[in-house]
């Protein structure tokens, strides 16, 4: 794969790149921002294949460059690599874009496994037309999208919205939900399932959905689509 790598520190930047390079990557390494910015923008002829983002840069937060790639339309699979690893820190960065979350210090093992994993995302066929009543969702800008208007989503905010327009006749419980959009991450509660959906449900009003997510009572959630 040809890999970004946006890392200041010298000698950990050289050892990551030592260890992609091993495996057969073609490794371009920035110290900052503004060089991640002219070489992300520079290559969208040929774009990279992945991003790894150190969080910490000298002139800009890890998370506002990737808000600022995303905007200009660069959606390449991102790895955000940090020594911040609390859940608020990992839930910022997903939903700032990121598809993955690496805390410092790492296993280069571990790496190079998330690094392999994005790499087979990336190449994967495109998934089928995510839609329901007047409502589509965008894969590749993560917006939702009724008729001409559009409204942006969070990284975690398109999962379940996806999940529940996969599951659209179904009720579906926050464990499941829980499951299917946070996975095994550790530390995280049922209720940040009622936190998205009222994300969600936000959102869907902006644009003048009809359709929208209903409350099961005592069960969880289900799509609801009016005519």
């Given at each position: 794969m040809r890999i970004l790598l946006v890392e200041d520190e010298p000698k950990m930047a050289e050892l990551i790149r030592r260890v992609l390079v091993a495996e057969r990557h073609v490794v371009d390494r920035a110290g900052d921002a503004v060089g991640a910015l002219s070489l992300a923008t520079a290559a969208e002829s040929v774009p990279y294949d992945l991003l790894v983002l150190d969080r910490m840069l000298p002139d800009l937060d890890g998370l506002d460059l990737l808000r600022m790639l995303r905007t200009r339309g660069i959606r390449t699979p991102a790895l955000?690599?940090?020594a911040l690893g609390g859940v608020e820190d990992r839930v910022a960065g997903l939903d700032a874009g990121?598809?993955?979350?690496?805390?410092?210090?790492?296993?280069?093992?571990?790496?190079?496994?998330?690094?392999?994993?994005?790499?087979?995302?990336?190449t994967a066929p495109p998934a089928p037309r995510l839609a329901a009543g007047d409502l589509e969702l965008d894969e590749e800008r993560h917006v939702a999208r009724v008729g001409e208007g559009s409204v942006d989503l969070s990284a975690r905010e398109f999962a379940l919205l996806a999940y529940l327009i996969r599951n659209e006749g179904?009720?579906?419980?926050?464990?499941?939900a829980l499951d299917a959009v946070w996975g095994a991450e550790p530390d995280v509660y049922s209720n940040v399932?009622?936190?998205?959906?009222?994300?969600?449900r936000k959102k869907l009003a902006e644009l003048g959905s009809t359709t929208g997510v209903r409350t099961v009572r005592g069960v969880g959630y289900a799509l609801r689509t009016d005519a």
């Open positions: 955000m690599l940090t990121a598809d993955d979350y690496l805390a410092k210090p790492f296993a280069f093992a571990e790496l190079l496994a998330r690094v392999r994993a994005l790499g087979r995302r990336a179904r009720v579906v419980t926050r464990q499941q399932v009622d936190l998205y959906v009222s994300y969600i």
